[in-house]
């Protein structure tokens, strides 16, 4: 099968030890899949991997952004998207936690969805308190979009979708001063945004896996933003 009109969008911030087996694998596993780094200023090789892979590769670019005035996994992801010259686009995180071979189940079901969310049924070796606050915020933010009226899925904490080129430049076009540019749920503000005639479909994977290398990002401030995108 071609995957010449997907193109993947990875937001990095120093993921040396994870990056390379990501974006080699996608290469390998969708022929013709294009694969954007988006890199928020790595200090620890995590660009020079990306490019050396892009030498070999003229498919997988990187987009430096350690230069940029807004930092943020959201920026990063829409900075990405208004570059990207195909019709479909999955975001996915670059540490190895997301399984690839979803990312076609995705990119499939986008034929007949314009946002495609995949949604966890196990986390693999994650910890009590780290749960404990997943499942918190996604059901304090379901409640926050019910209440309101809006886009609701079965994972809002998902950092794994798959989005109609189209319909993500449009909204970042029309709406992108409520995407909330250092955060890290891309999803929700994609969510509040929508418009109410476009489709949302959803995968279901069984395994999000615990990373294989460096350490998570994970924070006090991933609350504090996530709350940004669900409340504004």
Known sequence: MDYSDL?????????????????????????????????DGSDDGTREAVKALGKRNGRIKLLDRSQKREHGLAASVLDAALLAKTKKIVVMDGDGQHPLPVVGSIAIALDSYDLVVGVRTHVKDWGMQRRVISKGMSSLSYLLFALRNRRLCNDMMSGFFGIDAAVFKDLIARRRKRFVGKGYKVLLDILKTMDRESTIGEVYYKTFHIRKEGNSKFGFRHVLTTLGSAMG
């Open 7 to 39: 193109t993947v969008i990875i937001p990095t911030f120093n993921e040396m030890g994870n990056i390379r087996e990501v974006v080699s694998g996608l290469t390998k596993r969708y022929r013709n899949v294009s694969v954007t780094v988006s890199d």
